[in-house]
T-cell receptor, first 112, second 115 residues
Framework: GENVEQHPSTLSVQEGDSAVIKCTYSDSASNYFPWYKQELGKGPQLIIDIRSNVGEKKDQRIAVTLNKTAKHFSLHITETQPEDSAVYFCAARGSSASKIIFGSGTRLSIRP | DTEVTQTPKHLVMGMTNKKSLKCEQHMGHRAMYWYKQKAKKPPELMFVYSYEKLSINESVPSRFSPECPNSSLLNLHLHALQPEDSALYLC??????????????FGAGSRLTVL
C-alpha cells in the first residue's frame, strides 16, 4: 500500500522567513496530494492540494510543488506569520480511491 | 453549512462501558470517515462509508462498531475498550466523486480516555 514519509519532524523559522516541508510517496499510481494544518485542539484543515497533472500550485503565501518522477512533493510557506505555527501533514491518495494516507507531520514554530 | 460536528468533545469511559461517538454534516457529502489520532501522530484511517454503506474497514477490532444511519450522520459505537484505545477520534466527510472526491473536511474530534 501507499507509504508517505515527511521531513522534518520539527521546524523553527524566524517570522517573515520561508518554511519548506518535504514529502515522498511510494505508490506511483497516487494522483492526489493534500496538505493539512492542525492547530491545538482542532481537527486537520485542508490548506492546499495538488493533483498529479499539475506541477505547482499557489495560494497567496502557500505553494505546493510535485515531482512525479521522483515521487516528491513539498509545501512552501513564504513570509511566515505567528498564526502559521501548527502541525502540518502531507498526504497522498493511495490505491483505493477513498484512502488518504498521511505523513508523520511537521511541527512548525514561528519565532517572533 | 461547511462544518463537521462531533459530539461529545471529551469522553471518559471504563473498560466495561458502552458509549457512542457521533458525527454530523450537512454539506451533502456522501462519503464519511472515522480516523484515530494518537498524540503526536498522524490520523490513521479506521472506516469509510460511501452512500451509507461501509466500503473500507482497516482491520479495526470489533470493539469499535461504526454505523451510518443516514447520509448526514455517522456513529462509532464503543464497547469493551482498552486503555490503549485512548486517542482523538476524528470524523471527516467528502464528496464521493468528481473534483471534490477525497477533499476531506474534518470535525474537531472527540477525545476519548479509557480508564
Amino acid at each position: 500500500g501507499e507509504n508517505v514519509e515527511q521531513h522534518p519532524s520539527t521546524l523553527s523559522v524566524q517570522e517573515g522567513d520561508s518554511a519548506v516541508i518535504k514529502c515522498t510517496y511510494s505508490d506511483s499510481a497516487s494522483n492526489y496530494f493534500p496538505w493539512y494544518k492542525q492547530e491545538l485542539g482542532k481537527g486537520p484543515q485542508l490548506i492546499i492540494d495538488i493533483r498529479s497533472n499539475v506541477g505547482e500550485k499557489k495560494d497567496q503565501r502557500i505553494a505546493v510543488t510535485l515531482n512525479k518522477t521522483a515521487k516528491h512533493f513539498s509545501l512552501h510557506i513564504t513570509e511566515t506569520q505567528p498564526e502559521d505555527s501548527a502541525v502540518y501533514f502531507c498526504a497522498a491518495r493511495g490505491s483505493s480511491a477513498s484512502k488518504i494516507i498521511f505523513g508523520s507531520g511537521t511541527r512548525l514554530s514561528i519565532r517572533p | 453549512d461547511t462544518e463537521v460536528t462531533q459530539t461529545p468533545k471529551h469522553l471518559v469511559m471504563g473498560m466495561t462501558n458502552k458509549k457512542s461517538l457521533k458525527c454530523e454534516q450537512h454539506m451533502g457529502h456522501r462519503a464519511m470517515y472515522w480516523y484515530k489520532q494518537k498524540a503526536k501522530k498522524p490520523p490513521e484511517l479506521m472506516f469509510v462509508y460511501s452512500y451509507e454503506k461501509l466500503s473500507i474497514n482497516e482491520s479495526v477490532p470489533s470493539r469499535f462498531s461504526p454505523e451510518c444511519p443516514n447520509s448526514s450522520l455517522l456513529n462509532l459505537h464503543l464497547h469493551a475498550l482498552q486503555p490503549e484505545d485512548s486517542a482523538l477520534y476524528l470524523c471527516a466527510s467528502s464528496q464521493d466523486g468528481g473534483a471534490g472526491a477525497n477533499v476531506l473536511t474534518f470535525g474537531a474530534g472527540s477525545r476519548l480516555t479509557v480508564l
